[in-house]
């Protein structure tokens, strides 16, 4: 009973982020369009809070998840309500790395879930053996793989909304310096080959300590050991994704910066998404999916409205400073 | 590489709607007209926070014991909970002046 109306629940949600946004895109219908999606997304929140369960089993820590809404909604609602209106988009900016810094912080925990060998939901008592096993062990490589997507993502765009709102902000200065773009590359490819070694080394793992027990004929699957290093290299990614984050807005200019809050509202969409694949989640993943392709769209078609290619605007960004400088 | 391959497979109707969603994304979108951008942009930015519903699940799975996932679980439930309420806000914000312009 109750998972079924938490899927008419998640149901309403998803529609209701579709009309939503093709109601704020028409001028008469636009302020209906977003408290339509904010109902939506009260509707889902609610229902997670209440309905959802795993294994049979509730949620837990009420208390926390209350305090956690309450604190959050009396400073949303403040910060929105004082805001000088010149001042929105770099609020808009802050509370897109708020949802980034979000998904981020849901992955670093669902890591060490992970790593720790969590309670497996699957059943620890034998045979079927060979199946159970290598769907158990690919399920780590896949939700890993999602896991690091998400932080990844969620981090970049954490860091870069916050330095996008610093500029706008007047508080951090542009700053560039020669091969810049060079520096970008190597870190975004440190942090995909850190990544691929992260999920090449677990699945191993993973792997071994599956066969071994197999041996055995005894299984306990989740139990794993993961390399030692594993955590570390874990964290250095995520390190990497926020300087990432910062290395890529730095150097564009503030007249841009409404063009990069959009990429990276789009960003986080996506990182939202990942959130929705590991858990399974239609809400998470068509929200954020919905998010993440209309927000690329919208991102170009401001640059057009601003007579700009996106590549110039993110590439050619030295150009941009001193233009907009 | 097969195992990403295994869980696209297990994952597939998560796939399709991916893809449905982005093409309607993107149909959305299309034909806005560019003093709505910004409100656009921040209404797209209250919907994908969305993640405060994975906040919510990773804090109510928390073992009461685990102090990493409590903290860091509350932490994502309040930043969440700034990003969809915030947002929602300030779009109506942005839309009210809007209308009074006119």
């Keep these: 009973m109750g998972s079924s109306l938490l899927s008419i629940a998640y149901l309403i949600g998803s529609v209701t982020f579709i009309v939503g946004l093709k109601m704020l895109s028409n001028p008469a219908s636009a302020r209906k369009g977003n408290l339509v999606a904010a109902a939506g997304m009260f509707i889902a929140i609610v229902g997670t809070i209440f309905l959802y369960e795993e294994g049979g089993e509730r949620l837990r820590n009420y208390g926390w998840i209350f305090g956690g809404l309450l604190i959050g909604t009396v400073i949303g609602v403040v910060a929105a309500r004082k805001v000088k209106m010149t001042a929105m988009p770099e609020m808009v900016s802050m509370f897109n790395g708020m949802g980034g810094a979000c998904a981020m912080l849901i992955s670093i925990v669902e890591f060490n879930h992970l790593i720790h060998g969590a309670p497996p939901s699957s059943p620890t008592v034998n045979m079927e053996l060979l199946n159970v096993n290598i769907s158990v062990s690919q399920n780590t490589t896949g939700t890993l793989l999602v896991i690091l997507l998400g932080m990844i993502i969620g981090s970049v765009s954490f860091a870069g909304s916050v330095i996008a709102w610093g ?159 | 590489m097969s195992a990403v391959l295994d869980f696209l497979q297990l994952h597939i109707e998560m796939v399709y709607i991916v893809i449905l969603s982005i093409f309607l994304g993107i149909e959305v979108i299309s034909r806005v007209p560019s003093v709505l951008h910004t409100p656009l942009m921040s209404g797209a930015n209250a919907i994908h926070g969305v993640v405060i519903i994975g906040a919510i699940i990773v804090m109510g799975k928390a073992e009461t014991d685990n102090y990493l996932a409590l903290v860091l679980g509350f932490l994502a439930v309040i930043l969440g909970t700034l990003n969809v309420v915030g947002g929602f806000v300030v779009t109506d914000r942005m839309l009210e002046m809007f209308k009074k312009k006119k």
């Excluded at chain 1, 090449?200 to 300590?209: D, I, K, P």
């Excluded at chain 1, 030692?228 to 890529?248: P, T």
């Design chain 1, 167 to 325: 500029k706008l902000n007047g508080k951090i200065k542009d700053f560039a310096f020669n091969g810049q773009h060079i520096v970008n590359l190597v870190v975004l490819g440190v942090i995909l080959i850190a990544s691929a070694y992260v999920i090449y080394a677990t699945g191993q793992a993973t792997e071994e300590v599956l066969t071994m027990k197999l041996g055995r004929s005894e299984l306990v699957v989740g139990e794993t050991h993961m390399p030692a290093g594993i955590g570390w290299i874990f964290y250095a990614v995520l390190a990497l994704s926020l300087l990432y984050g910062i290395l890529f807005v730095m150097p564009i200019g503030g007249a841009d910066m409404p063009v990069v809050i959009s990429l990276l509202n789009s960003f986080t969409g996506v990182a939202a998404a990942c959130g929705g694949f590991l858990y399974n989640n239609p809400v998470m993943l068509t929200g954020g999916i919905l998010v993440g392709s209309a927000g690329t769209i919208l991102t170009i078609l401001m640059c057009k409205a601003m007579n700009r290619s996106l590549k110039n605007v993110l590439i050619g960004s030295f150009g941009g400073t001193q233009t907009a400088g």
